[in-house]
């Protein structure tokens, strides 16, 4: 997108827990997991009439901490779990550690040290939540990201199934990965194309032995002709279901406003009137398997 570049959040998803996460990107009203929530569902039903299986496979592209997968399997939306890491918890909101939620996680192996106590404690909460709220329980959902603390509270709480944390921007996939990434109905990437290049598009798809349906947003004003063409090679029909911009998170401060509002200009884009003018803003992508 020229010389536009979103500012990193990248130290967020080093932590065990998405903490930081949520308090960083919260404020900023950010929404990308729940894009999946307008087309997901019609986009899931095709998929079950046209396997005929009730059980789909997910491949969750730059997932993170698995914030996809809440609302995906358990209906939680991002605005939801973020009320679940207050920047200050008030005093007596953490239920008692022998309650229901804080119980039945995968047990500590060696003798932790303080803080691998509380971070199990709050996964242990996390998971029984999530439980609490199961929605779909036929689909399967892999990550994919180079993050490993971010996949690993994923996997603990139940949000992911598998995950692989190998760079394929960098390198091919391992036996061990093919065998996770292999198979898929559903490629999603909904914040992804802003971080992941085609060389991970590429790899991703190449394993696949018949085209899945892919679903993502890439930023307003983004090229998409590099990701049509790699799609296009293998099988798939790009659409744009919905073309308008929409909202992804209110700017990180001026600079990060100002960059992205001269990228547009080169482009001769709109945004003045729209949510671009206050926002980062995505538009959907849609590819299903070519007819023929």
């Known amino acids: 997108m020229g010389t536009f570049t979103k500012q990193s959040f990248e130290s967020l998803y080093q932590q065990p827990l998405p903490g930081g996460y949520f308090h960083r990107l919260a404020p900023l009203r950010y929404r990308s997991p729940d894009f999946a929530r307008r087309l997901l569902p019609g986009t899931l039903a095709q998929l079950r009439r046209r396997t005929g299986r009730r059980r789909l496979k997910i491949l969750d592209l730059a997932c993170g901490y698995g914030i996809n997968s809440a609302l995906l399997k358990f209906g939680v939306d991002f605005a939801t779990f973020a009320r679940r890491y207050p920047l200050h918890p008030a005093r007596g909101t953490e239920p008692p550690r022998n309650s229901p939620q804080a119980t039945a996680a995968p047990t500590l192996t060696h003798a ?84 992941l290049g085609i060389a991970t598009l590429e790899r991703v798809l190449a394993l696949q032995s018949t085209p899945p349906v892919v679903l993502g947003w890439p930023l307003y004003g983004q090229p998409t002709e590099a990701i049509a063409r790699c799609l296009a090679d293998h099988r798939l029909t790009v659409t744009r279901p919905d073309p308008t911009p929409r909202h992804q998170r209110y700017f990180a401060d001026a600079r990060e406003r100002e960059a992205y509002h001269y990228s547009l200009r080169r482009l001769r884009l709109p945004f003045v009137g729209s949510a671009a003018e206050t926002s980062l803003c995505v538009t959907s992508l849609l590819a299903h398997p070519a007819v023929g």
């Open 112 to 195: 932790a040290t303080p803080h691998e106590v509380v971070t199990h404690e709050v996964v242990s909460r996390d998971a029984a939540f999530l439980r609490a709220r199961a929605k779909d329980t036929e689909l399967t959902v892999v990550g994919l990201d180079v993050s490993r603390p971010a996949t690993e509270y994923a996997l603990a709480a139940g949000l992911l199934d598998a995950a692989v944390n190998t760079d394929l921007e960098r390198t091919d996939p391992t036996a061990a990965d093919r065998a996770v990434l292999a198979e898929a109905d559903l490629v999603l990437a909904t914040g992804a194309f802003s971080y």
